[in-house]
């Protein structure tokens, strides 16, 4: 996969997910985005408070991104659910029957892609699905099965590369959201104040959140030479989990690294959305979502705020991604 190559292997992999999520096919995707924002506010406004993260944060995300793969909107539902048994699967400690709930929806998701590979293969479309499949796929391969036909390898990779792009692309959105909103909502006054001037602050906001609390926490990566970090001997072929969100905390980085403030200068980088070859090319779809749900938020509810009578806020038990397990709003 994409995430776990290097070097010729990764730019072939990499170069069409770029141009498939180039500023075009972002700003062609807005139109949707925000139709669908709307109407899932739509389901709850009336009821004067909402549980963001069910109603509304790990839903949006997932219609987007089946919308620019080309998917059935009937299909994202299992996209959705699936995911996040593969995350829960690959980073919380789960019981036996848990595990084999999250293998079957694993292996649904799996089935309904290689439907899709075949699909887009044999005609494609103009959506990113047929795009990915036309890009990988070698003609010249010299395991290729019958004339129109993928091999197994073939179909093997292009569903292990959309599995990728759809846990990307949607549980890192997704967890962005919901601390957008924990964190800004703790923070009154900061909250006002992009309320005040949403242009300019609501970027400012959603960059703050990306370092003070990264969706993506860690990832794991192998040492491709002998190298010493902070006194540590790392061998080549060391394993190891890199922890990105300690990044964003780093003291000699960062001024109070470990408080939340949307009015630190823009110069402040971070790593949420990585760094050089493997920087996600997704970015700008997930920060449009972002702007524009916090945008219909500050539209619609006004005095939107946690709810007291609410449960305390957990986060999501997981090794790799961090977001609120549930967070109850209320206007």
């Not at 690959?90 to 029957?97: C, K, Q």
């Not at 997930?286 to 986060?315: C, N, S, Y």
Request: aromatic letters at 6%; proline letters at 7%.
């Amino acid at each position: 996969m994409v995430v776990t190559s290097d070097g010729p292997a990764h730019q072939r992999l990499r170069a069409p997910l770029v141009r498939g999520l180039g500023p075009a096919r972002v700003a062609a995707a807005l139109p949707y985005a925000a139709e669908r924002a709307e109407a899932l506010v739509e389901a709850f406004a009336d009821d004067g408070r909402v549980e963001l993260m069910e109603a509304y944060a790990m839903r949006l995300p997932g219609q987007v991104v089946g919308h620019v793969l080309g998917f059935d909107p009937a299909d994202v539902p299992l996209v959705v659910r699936a995911g996040h048994r593969t995350e829960a699967l690959l980073s919380r400690h789960l019981g036996e029957e848990e595990q084999v709930a999250a293998a079957h929806d694993m292996v649904a998701l799996k089935r309904l892609l290689d439907g899709y590979v075949r699909d887009r293969y044999a005609a494609p479309r103009d959506d990113l699905c047929s795009e990915l499949v036309t890009a990988l796929v070698q003609p010249d391969d010299a395991e290729e099965g019958e004339a129109g036909l993928l091999t197994l390898a073939q179909r093997t990779e292009l569903v292990a590369h959309l599995n990728n792009f759809l846990l990307a692309g949607h549980l890192t959105t997704t967890a962005l959201i919901g601390t957008a909103f924990l964190h800004l909502l703790s923070h009154p006054e900061q909250w006002r104040m992009v309320c005040a001037d949403p242009e300019r602050m609501i970027p400012a906001a959603i960059e703050e959140t990306a370092r003070f609390d990264t969706a993506l926490q860690a990832f794991r990566r192998v040492t491709t030479r002998p190298a010493t970090l902070a006194g540590t001997e790392l061998p080549a072929g060391a394993e190891l989990l890199v922890a990105f969100g300690a990044a964003g905390r780093d003291g000699a980085r960062y001024p109070r690294p470990d408080v939340f403030d949307i009015t630190r200068p823009a110069a402040a980088r971070h790593l949420a959305f990585g760094l050089g070859a493997h920087a996600c090319p997704g970015a700008q779809l997930a920060r449009e979502q972002v702007r524009l749900t916090l945008e219909l938020f500050m539209r619609r509810f006004p005095g939107l705020r946690i709810a007291a009578d609410g449960p305390p806020v957990a986060m999501r038990p997981t090794l790799i991604h961090r977001a609120p397990e549930a967070l109850h709003l209320t206007w």
